[in-house]
């Protein structure tokens, strides 16, 4: 049954992962529904999203392949400064405060009213965000790039969503919204590897045979599921915005709030 629980998990975090309503945050909600017992430690939680952004490499290669093949061209040197430098903060505030986030945070009410605040500020950038004049990863300053980055870190909190902070930020720093959506991909990838890589040091010696295999399951299942809805998601939020994910996320946190007063 716990494997059953980790494919389900897998399948929750490969949809959720890129759309802003906080894959972390789902996965915490239907931990505690499902008493999922998982490895100690929210491992699980932590690597299996590794999994579901694997597949940016897989479905990006060319420009992957393009920068590591022409690393002497600008373009590539502005793309790789932009990835790094956005990722910077997420790699100090997370070694920092990765363990006090995990013990206090990690709960279903701080996931609820996250989710709440952050579907109305969504609701709000998507009527006042600016006009965009950064249409590539490669076109934005070092400025706007280590700002994302810093938004971003505001995704430490479960609930808030990481794509969420990193892509309504990038709107209002006047990136296009493809644009916005595709850089919040490609910093996913340092991002996640790190977090993915520390949690497992910290964790390892915990970590059973049968945990393994947890983990395995649910990284192959998110690794699938977003291969197959990563392109759907691009192609949505070009024609739709993101409006219907903000009001998603405070139905879902209010009904969770309503639930955990009952």
């Not at 491992?43 to 590591?68: H, N, P, S, T």
């Not at 300053?141 to 430490?156: E, H, R, V």
Request: aromatic share 12%.
């Amino acid at each position: 049954m716990e494997f059953l629980n980790a494919a389900f998990l897998g399948i929750v975090e490969g949809l959720t992962e890129f759309l802003p309503v906080s894959s972390t945050g789902h996965l915490i909600l239907l931990v505690d529904l499902l008493k999922f017992q998982g490895p100690p430690g929210r491992v699980f939680e932590v690597v299996i999203q590794l999994g579901a952004i694997c597949a940016i490499v897989v479905l990006y290669w060319r420009k992957f392949m393009d920068v590591l093949l022409h690393l002497d061209r600008r373009q590539n040197q502005h793309f790789v400064r932009n990835i790094l430098l956005a990722f910077l903060p997420a790699m100090v505030i997370g070694f920092f405060a990765h363990a006090t986030i995990k013990t206090a945070l990690f709960n279903p009410t701080v996931v609820a009213i996250a989710l709440i605040m952050g579907g109305v500020v969504i609701l709000l950038i998507e009527k006042f965000k600016p006009a965009p004049t950064i249409h590539q990863t490669e076109d934005m300053g070092w400025k706007t790039a280590l700002t994302i980055g810093f938004i971003q870190c505001i995704a430490m909190i479960p609930g808030v969503s990481r794509s969420g902070a990193s892509i309504m930020g990038a709107l209002m720093l006047k990136v296009e919204r493809k644009a916005a959506a595709e850089f919040s991909f490609f910093l996913a990838l340092p991002t996640m590897l790190a977090a993915t890589v520390y949690d497992l040091y910290k964790n390892h010696a915990s970590i059973t045979s049968e945990g393994a295999g947890l983990i395995a399951v649910g990284f192959l299942t998110a690794f699938i599921t977003a291969l197959l809805v990563v392109r759907w998601v691009l192609r949505f939020v070009q024609t739709h915005g993101y409006g219907v994910f903000a009001w998603y996320r405070i139905m879902l946190g209010s009904v969770i709030l309503a639930l955990a007063y009952v």
